[in-house]
């Protein structure tokens, strides 16, 4: 147990996808390991899968935050959404969608108000979400538009042995490569080194930027992208006091004397950050985002809707990034008591 004095608030997630599950099996297995948390949800809903399942959880449903250090000890505190959720594990149901954004909508309220010390996302289905209208391209967009953020937030993936940050994100290849430009490097970085510094205690983050094309181009042979863009970014990040190096090429950034060089890789596009770090660290990576006035995390996997209600999908994930949430938290705490 920590001696944080505010709880971490985990969504609800698609009530169709693993969530649930993962949550009950987080707090069963490794609650005397972790600082207390709660969920946003349907107290039935969760107590019906810790039933289904045999999970052999205590469930409680609570109206107010004070107590949940109290209620954790003894059984997951389940705060109610105030609707009966339908969806069961495995299905879809688009009715169900405005009250996946109300566990987000809450979950923003109580950790800007400081009753929640940092906010664990479950996963989103998207899809799902824009059939019943949802707008915004995902998560991390509806979270700053809830936050009233104006810059762009960034993704950062983390485990325990690698750090990366996608500068385009969840966009064609085609797209991305469009989309890439000079200040789009810039205040990525910047909001990461940010990040670094205020979240994870690195006073002076070494960032290492991966180049666009095979061999970052080759001299502009296969491309001048690296050239054009991405060399004139980074001698301004240099400029700016920020230590950066590239662009490297890509193909050889992420072994293991290369990544004891770097505290993060940025990224040009989404596949070029999350496949090194998924061959990595699957079960623990997690999903960090940057720039947002909270601290936010999620498990980097999906919904899992084709495993949701058997009884095998495993906690890893949810649990690293409860860690990660409630150490992001403490240090923040530490180093901008005021944040």
Excluded at 110 to 126: D, E, M, W
Excluded at 146 to 153: C, G, I, M, Q, W
Excluded at 182 to 211: C, H, K, N, W, Y
Aim: aromatic share 4%.
């Amino acid at each position: 147990m920590t001696d944080q004095t505010a709880p971490v608030a985990i969504t609800m997630g698609d009530p169709g996808g693993i969530g649930a599950e993962i949550t009950l099996k987080s707090w069963r297995d490794h609650r005397a390991d972790l600082t207390p948390f709660y969920m946003i949800d349907d107290p039935n809903r969760i107590d019906h899968i810790n039933r289904q399942l045999n999970l052999n959880c205590a469930v409680e449903p609570v109206t107010g935050l004070d107590k949940i250090g109290d209620v954790f000890k003894d059984a997951l505190p389940v705060y109610d959404l105030g609707d009966r959720v339908l969806s069961l594990p495995g299905e879809l149901n688009p009715q169900d969608a405005p009250l996946v954004l109300q566990s987000l909508k809450i979950a923003v309220a109580q950790v800007s108000r400081g009753q929640a010390a940092a906010l664990v996302t479950n996963p989103v289905h998207k899809a799902n979400l824009y059939k019943a209208g949802f707008s915004h391209p995902g998560h991390t967009e509806f979270l700053a538009d809830l936050a009233s953020v104006k810059t762009e937030p960034v993704m950062m993936l983390a485990s325990r042995r690698l750090r990366v940050v996608p500068v385009t994100r969840h966009l064609g290849l085609s797209a991305a490569i469009s989309t890439l430009s000079e200040s789009l490097i810039i205040e990525t970085a910047e909001t990461t080194v940010r990040a670094l510094q205020r979240d994870f205690g690195i006073v002076a983050p070494r960032i290492a930027i991966a180049g666009l094309n095979p061999h970052a181009g080759e001299g502009g042979a296969m491309g001048r992208e690296d050239i054009d863009i991405i060399t004139p970014a980074i001698s301004i990040l240099m400029e700016k006091g920020i230590a950066v190096t590239g662009p490297h090429s890509a193909d050889t950034l992420f072994h293991d004397s290369a990544r004891e060089t770097y505290d993060v890789a940025i990224c040009m596009y989404h596949d070029q950050a999350l496949i090194p770090i998924k061959t990595l660290d699957f079960d623990t990576a997690v999903n960090v985002t940057l720039g947002l006035p909270f601290i936010r995390t999620s498990p980097d996997h999906g919904t899992a809707l084709d495993i949701a209600g058997a009884n095998v999908a495993t906690e890893t994930s949810l649990v690293a990034a409860i860690k990660m949430a409630s150490e992001m938290a403490r240090m923040r705490a530490k180093n901008h008591p005021h944040v």
